[in-house]
């Protein structure tokens, strides 16, 4: 695994904004798709998509940690980034799953509770740059191997 780059000196504030954005965009969701019968319903569309998904293509142990199911072992092609949180399935390759991952992936995991269908198309308007999607934020930017820890 290759070292962290540093962040850009601005990336701080970049991200607080990027929140703050993500906040104000909240507020025009209809509270009832937000933390609700039909978000949970979501979650569980998710849920079911990620367990075909890792079953379909995980090669290595299954397990339940930090309230997630860990699918490992699955082609780099399968997966973004270092792995990806679908409901409540973490879908990740042959790197070992650290806490300190597992505590970001949670996370990802109560924003799909909370968004449920909503989840993948806000998090596609959040964009691909994690410094400025603020669900890559919220989730914490060095747990989630994004900058390095104590910057």
Same mark, same amino acid.
């Given at each position: 695994?290759? $070292? +962290? #780059?540093? $962040? %850009? $000196?601005?990336? &701080? /504030? /970049? #991200?607080?904004?990027?929140? *703050? &954005?993500?906040r104000r965009?909240?507020?025009f969701i209809p509270a009832a798709l937000l933390d609700s019968r039909i978000s949970r319903v979501g979650f569980w569309y998710g849920m079911s998509v990620g367990w +075909?998904? !890792?079953s379909l293509w995980s090669t290595g142990r299954v397990e339940k940690r930090a309230g997630l199911w860990v699918? &490992?072992?699955? %082609? *780099?092609?399968?997966? $973004? &980034?270092? !792995?990806?949180? @679908?409901g409540g399935c973490f879908? /990740? =390759?042959?790197?070992? @799953?650290?806490?300190?991952?597992? !505590?970001?992936e949670a996370v990802h995991a109560r924003q799909w509770r909370r968004y449920g269908f909503l989840m993948p @198309?806000?998090?596609q308007l959040a964009g691909r740059n994690p410094l400025r999607n603020r669900f890559e934020i919220e989730a914490g930017l060095a747990a989630g191997n994004y900058v390095p820890? =104590?910057?």
């Open positions: 695994m290759s $070292p +962290i #780059a540093p $962040p %850009p $000196p601005d990336w &701080r /504030t /970049t #991200a607080e904004r990027a929140v *703050e &954005r993500g965009f909240d507020s +075909i998904w !890792g699918f &490992r072992g699955l %082609p *780099e092609w399968a997966f $973004p &980034r270092g !792995g990806v949180c @679908v879908l /990740t =390759g042959d790197v070992p @799953v650290t806490e300190a991952v597992l !505590g970001h @198309v806000l998090y820890r =104590g910057s």
